[in-house]
């Protein structure tokens, strides 16, 4: 990538486990949850979607495509120049409703309307044909590197051609059999966990989320610009923390900045005693001056919980406050938030490296 060229979140549209779906407030409250699921808080649905389509789709569905539609407008955009998004497994209730039917029926007598929402692009398609877009579509499923895999391919798509808009999105819904299939591999919590008191409980295992968050990403500064994002690597199981620590540095001497800017570094971890232990070993290194934040509490873990993660750093930059909610410690000291670095990992092989920083030029 080359520093010539910006790369802007210009709108967004998130829909998750909290009230997140509406742009004009930040965090407004707080939803707990005493199980170890945590499912989306939903606007309402016919605000975005024709409520006679309403009846013919899926929860995810009408998540997804709500949420892009709220970024959509949040950017005032009428025809995105491509639409890329990320799951790491789908639209995975109907695919499990779909795969019963035909173990039911005898593959006979099948359901089509199931199978063809249960398609890992059946939301980037319906996206797609909502807004009339016959541009560049394409789905990216890659466990927990699909969505830093797709905003890859969105930045590519502006390197190459620094006109175009982007909107990109990343999400995955719960299910019962995949969460149960979890709790055995130990991905999961056995025992309910209060959902705010997750990191004061330790244990094996994280909280099942959801959620669909979309991005409108350009090369211009708009009057709704929320920040500019400045750096991406990923890592496929590191050996040791020297070796994320390193990526980091990467990240921001390319940015022209170093390790005493970073104003925020949003941990995401999951509160999994196991596979948290690299990224608390780089916060312990080189962050322990530097303000903590943490969102899986809010959000729960998933394999595009880092779009997530996204989300709540362009906010900060946007409000240039921290809800208390989120923070670990307490160093910021109130000055401008410039310089927003995300360490996320899911399962604690697949490592992404975001920063986010000010949308003015200044520093660059």
């Known amino acids: 990538m080359s ?112 199978f063809m929402q249960s398609t890992y692009n059946s939301i980037s398609g319906g996206i797609a044909m909502a807004m009339k877009c016959n541009n560049y579509n394409t789905t990216y499923v890659h466990r927990g590197f699909a969505f830093e895999t797709a905003l890859q391919d969105a930045m590519m798509q502006i390197y190459d051609d620094p006109s175009k808009r982007i909107l990109l999105g990343g999400f995955d819904e719960t299910n019962d059999g995949q969460f149960a299939i979890c709790i055995r591999t130990g991905y999961h919590r056995k025992d309910f966990v209060n959902s705010l008191s997750l990191f004061q409980t330790e244990g094996r295992g994280t909280l099942q989320g959801e959620g669909a968050s979309f991005f409108t990403i350009g090369s211009e500064k708009t009057d709704n610009t929320y920040c500019r994002i400045s750096g991406l690597q990923l890592l496929y199981a590191p050996k040791d923390k020297s070796e994320i620590i390193n990526a980091i540095n990467d990240v921001l001497s390319e940015a022209g900045i170093d390790i005493k800017d970073v104003d925020i570094v949003i941990n995401g971890i999951g509160g999994d005693t196991i596979n948290d232990g690299l990224n608390n070993q780089v916060m312990d290194a080189i962050f322990a001056d530097t303000q903590q934040v943490v969102f899986k509490h809010l959000s729960g873990d998933y394999c595009t919980a880092s779009s997530f993660g996204l989300w709540l750093g362009a906010q900060m930059h946007r409000y240039q406050t921290i809800p208390e909610i989120v923070k670990t410690n307490h160093i910021h000291s109130g000055a401008p938030i410039r310089n927003i670095l995300m360490l996320n990992h899911f399962r604690g092989k697949n490592y992404g490296i975001v920063l986010l920083s000010t949308p003015s030029d200044e520093q660059f």
Not at 5 to 31: H, K, V, W
Not at 50 to 74: E, T, W
Not at 94 to 110: A, P, Y
């Open 3 to 114: 520093k010539k060229t910006a790369y802007y979140i210009q709108g967004m549209g998130n829909i998750s486990p909290q009230r997140t779906f509406d742009n004009s407030e930040f965090l407004p409250e707080i939803s707990e949850y005493q199980e170890n699921v945590l499912m989306c808080v939903r606007p309402e649905f016919k605000n975005y979607i024709n409520p006679v389509a309403l009846r013919r789709m899926s929860r995810m569905f009408k998540i997804g495509l709500s949420a892009a539609k709220i970024c959509a407008q949040d950017a005032g955009m009428e025809m995105p120049d491509g639409i890329i998004t990320a799951s790491g497994y789908g639209c995975i209730g109907d695919t499990s409703r779909f795969m019963l039917e035909v173990i039911e029926n005898g593959e006979k007598q099948l359901t089509p309307t199931l």
